[in-house]
């Protein structure tokens, strides 16, 4: 069952095409991860979503409900995070916590004490001398101490301190197991890889990839270091290697995952004392997803090295 | 559709919640001037004679264009004087308290990034816009409220109940219409500068619309909305209709803002951004150029206004000079200086006026320096090698060259208006002379503002009341007599009035003095302290 889905979200500014036909799920009690490079349409897709921009085109629906028409009903159920915080100088952050809650409607007040000493945030402090991570926190508490069953998460971390990084975590994994949803987004891709059931991923307004970490990881390479007792030859002119290195006896080279086995076969004909392997972190991923579009586009695709 | 307007009750009480200090502030402030000024009208003049005399030197076209029509010039009782010589003036500054309110709470909080979590709650699309017209629609008719029964209780005979409410009204009602106004502006402009700037502009042009008006052309000041304030004839005649004219456009232009609102991106005008240079010109290179750079729209669009300022007075020194040549015994009678007409004496009281309007550019400039560290951007400067003297230096030679720049427009202004106008024009020096006497006075003032930003920088707004008092002494000073030494308090208290008064070197020299001293304190604090940001 999917709590948010988003079909061909097209959004225009002026000329410029910020997003270009994104679709988007995510499903109940599950994390999403939304990750792109700087500029990719990340924080435009999410404000579509809560209804604060309005689409240029395609549909988008929370609980079922229209994004842009039902956005006060929506919003009783979701809570938003944004990375970039500013807050009113003149009010205490304990002030603009409960004016949170208290639009809202709901939420909980012992959540939010003890959430408060969890992430060590001083209320009584005027918000203008809250140091970034700090307003993060306050922003953080307000969303973690409402009863939403939809968080939306935009970089929500970018100042916090590991600590803390950490104590979010917590609070998304615990959410999460409350059967809650979250739509994160972050530059932070060992949180990403951490938290998320699901990424997507977004580049220059066009969502190029989505699927579990383990689907995602199938459409690309695996990370081996071989140490043979012969020299391989001609290694490079073998299908799908990539990226080799050599290192005192040891080889190193990335291997697309549908060629894992022609590849194996063809190497241990030279006798092998030391064979690692790792499977790709999502930055392997994004890496080869950000340079590997351009790329291709100039060579024409899987060349190797 | 209530679906658009959810929460804005909460969100008015929470921006009352940030606003505990500041609108009090605000109303106990104009009461108090309001009730101090009637109060002292009636001790000033204590019977007819003395108020009509009064009244015969409200009768030029030069009072007229500062302070508007006297409607009640043949029977001046304190409530005419009220109505005439204070409700312009107290209007302006309801104007600008409701467009600084309506600023703050759309367009600079949208900016910031506050208005997006708040629309990422459950509140309607139109709620923020709602509750701060609501939030300053109250300001205004409270303030309305407490001054119309504030002057009706201080018990001054020609000041009945039904002349006060309305003098609350025009004052509540000049507010609200400012307040809507702003409104649209917030949702046109894309900064909170911009809102600001514009709402200004359009303030500042009603009071000359109407200065031209008043003077020559009655039907002009109808397109004024201070026209429209002053024209409830308060304590004269108490026309109410003006009021609801106000009214009734404030409630076209928020619906228009509504409609803005509704129609455009959070976050953006109705204008979509253009791309800009992908390099720097060769211009912006320095900390100077960066301090041009980021003001530049905000100068050039001063440098227009203060030209237009020029051009307007100057357009009414022709109606000034045949009332003169109509009332030569008027003339002996206001004219205690031999030699002179009372153009132009007219003249040094315009020149004082308008530099003090310059004076707001030069000190925006300077002031911005302490706005950049605000917003942590200076830190990006001074991670260079930049010595913090080049810095503050830099905004120093710009706000001394924007000085110079604001006067001789507003001269020109003057003198080509004038000339056009009058028979017998008075000479380009004599103009150039008068106005430009008056820099050692701006000079001051930015030596303020550098040593606020310098040594204690928290306190730089205190700069702005130096200025506006200075203001109120030479509006009004005459018209209260206030004592002599409130008069020279203020650096513009010391200026030689040419042509009427003779260059005095002495004075101008202590000014200058005066402005170096503070400058060089400035810089000393300001390479000694701590930079926030
Ligand atoms: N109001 C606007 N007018 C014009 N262009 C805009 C506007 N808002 C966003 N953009 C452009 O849309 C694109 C997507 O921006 P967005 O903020 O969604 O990126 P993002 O993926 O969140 O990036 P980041 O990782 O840096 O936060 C960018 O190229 C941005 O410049
Ligand atoms: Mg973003």
Not at chain 1, 30 to 55: C, D, H, M, W, Y
Request: overall charge negative.
């Amino acid at each position: 069952m999917n709590v948010l889905r988003a079909t061909n979200l097209t959004k225009q500014f002026g000329k410029f095409t910020a997003l270009d036909g994104v679709d988007l799920e995510v499903n109940k009690g599950e994390v999403f991860g939304f990750i792109g490079p700087n500029g990719a349409g990340k924080s435009t897709t999410i404000r579509i979503l809560l209804g604060i921009l309005n689409a240029t085109e395609g549909r988008a629906e929370i609980f079922g409900k229209d994004v842009w028409g039902d956005a006060v009903e929506i919003h009783k159920r979701v809570a938003y995070v944004p990375g970039d915080i500013n807050l009113w100088p003149n009010l205490t952050g304990g002030e603009v916590i409960d004016f949170f809650l208290n639009l809202r409607g709901s939420g909980n007040r012992n959540r939010r004490e003890e959430l408060i000493s969890r992430f060590n945030l001083d209320p009584a402090k005027k918000c203008r001398t809250y140091s970034k991570g700090n307003r993060q926190k306050v922003a953080l508490i307000a969303a973690f101490s409402s009863d939403a069953d939809l968080y939306i998460l935009d970089e929500p971390t970018s100042g916090l301190d590991p600590l803390m990084e950490s104590i979010f975590q917590e609070c998304v994994i615990q959410a999460k197991n409350e059967g809650k949803s979250v739509l994160l987004s972050s530059h932070i891709l060992s949180e990403v890889e951490k938290l998320c059931d699901r990424v997507g991923i977004i580049r220059e307004g066009k969502m190029i990839e989505t699927g579990t970490l383990k689907e995602l990881r199938h459409l690309t390479r695996t990370n081996f270091v071989v140490e043979t007792k012969e020299p391989i030859v001609s290694l490079n002119e073998l299908k799908g290697v990539h990226g080799i290195q050599k290192a005192d006896q040891a080889v190193s080279f990335q291997v697309d995952t549908e060629e894992l086995d022609n590849v194996l076969k063809f190497i241990t004909s030279y006798g092998i004392i030391r064979l690692e392997s790792a499977p790709p972190t999502l930055e392997d991923l994004f890496m080869r997803h950000y340079e590997g579009t351009s790329r291709t586009l100039e060579s024409g695709a899987g060349g190797a090295l | 559709m209530s679906q658009l307007f959810k929460n804005a009750g909460k969100l008015t009480r929470f921006q009352l919640r940030q606003d505990r200090f500041r609108i009090p502030v605000w109303l106990i402030s104009l009461s108090a001037v309001t009730f101090v000024t009637a109060i002292s009208f009636v001790d000033l003049y204590q019977n007819d004679a003395e108020r009509q005399a009064i009244a015969e030197t409200m009768r030029n076209p030069a009072m007229t264009a500062m302070v508007g029509q006297g409607y009640g010039l043949d029977n001046y009782t304190a409530g005419a004087m009220m109505s005439h010589q204070m409700l312009l003036f107290t209007a302006i500054i309801v104007a600008i308290m409701s467009i600084l309110l309506v600023t703050r709470h759309t367009r600079a909080d949208e900016e910031d990034g506050r208005t997006e979590i708040i629309r990422s709650l459950p509140s309607g699309r139109l709620s923020n816009l709602t509750s701060t017209i609501l939030l300053v629609s109250f300001t205004n008719v409270l303030l309305a409220l407490i001054i119309g029964f504030g002057n009706y209780a201080l018990g001054i005979e020609s000041m009945d109940l039904e002349g006060s409410m309305l003098y609350g009204a025009a004052l509540g009602a000049t507010g609200i219409f400012f307040m809507a106004l702003t409104a649209v502006f917030a949702q046109v402009s894309e900064s909170s500068r911009g809102t600001i700037g514009l709402s200004f502009a359009v303030l500042g042009l009603a009071y000359l619309i109407r200065a031209i008006g008043d003077v020559g052309n009655e039907t002009l000041s109808w397109f004024s909305p201070l026209g429209w304030a002053l024209g409830a004839e308060v304590y004269v005649n108490n026309y109410w209709w003006p009021m609801l004219v106000m009214l009734g456009f404030s409630i076209l232009l928020c619906l228009l803002a509504f409609y803005l609102n509704a129609m455009r991106d959070l976050g953006s005008g109705l204008l979509p951004s253009r791309p800009g240079r992908t390099h720097a010109s060769l211009f912006l290179r320095s900390p100077f150029g960066l301090a041009l750079r980021i003001q530049r729209t905000a100068i050039i669009a001063w440098a227009a206004g203060m030209f237009v300022i020029g051009v307007s007075y100057g357009s009414i020194l022709g109606d000034l000079e045949s009332f003169m040549e109509e009332i030569e015994i008027m003339e002996q009678m206001v004219n205690p200086v031999e030699g002179y007409s009372l153009t132009e004496q007219f003249i040094t009281m315009l020149m004082a006026i308008m530099s003090m309007i310059s004076t707001i550019p030069v000190m925006m400039i300077i002031l911005k320096l302490k706005g950049e560290e605000n917003k942590n951007r200076t830190e990006h400067v001074y991670s260079h090698a930049v010595s913090r003297s080049r810095v503050l230096g830099s905004y120093l030679i710009l706000s001394v060259a924007v000085s110079f720049i604001m006067q001789f427009l507003a001269i020109f202004g003057l003198w080509a208006a004038g000339s056009a106008v009058m028979d017998e024009g008075i000479s380009f020096a004599v103009m150039f002379n008068a106005g430009m006497v008056y820099l050692p006075a701006i000079f001051v003032l930015i030596g303020a503002a550098v040593c606020f930003v310098g040594v204690i920088p928290k306190l730089s707004g205190l700069t702005w009341l130096y200025l506006i008092y200075s203001f109120m002494v030479v509006y009004l000073g005459d018209l209260l007599q206030f004592p002599e030494w409130m008069n020279n308090l203020s650096p513009f208290g010391h200026i030689p009035q040419i042509p009427v008064e003779e260059v005095d070197f002495i004075h101008v020299t202590i000014l200058i003095g005066i402005a170096i001293g503070l400058t060089v304190a400035g810089f000393i604090g300001y390479n000694r302290r701590d930079i926030t940001g």
